[in-house]
């Protein structure tokens, strides 16, 4: 069964490759979906996959790159729409 996020990261998640680090942990998951960064400073994204590799992601998400500082992780259940691949988004 196919499982879609929708998140949103706050903290200090501009200007540390969190995007870069977002679309290869998800490639690397096998999900698909795509991350941006917001004017507001945060980063969204969307992720669809298996229950456990969303799990992951979510995850790694909470860490980040080394140099991001995630002080919150939003996230909320969607209806999957069939993404593929893992794409930046501007």
Request: proline share 6%; net charge negative.
């Given at each position: 069964m196919v499982r879609c996020v929708h998140f949103i990261t706050h903290g200090r998640v501009q200007g540390v490759n969190f995007r870069s680090f977002t679309r290869a942990t998800g490639r690397s998951l096998g999900l698909a979906g795509w991350v941006r960064n917001l004017p507001d400073k945060t980063?969204?994204?969307v992720a669809e996959g298996?229950?456990?590799?969303i799990d992951a992601l979510l995850s790694a998400l909470k860490?980040?790159?080394?140099?991001a500082k995630v002080?919150?992780?939003e996230h909320e259940e969607r209806e999957p729409?069939?993404?593929s691949g893992f794409e930046i988004r501007h």
């Open positions: 980063v969204e994204g298996s229950s456990e590799e860490q980040g790159p080394r140099f002080t919150e992780l729409s069939g993404l």
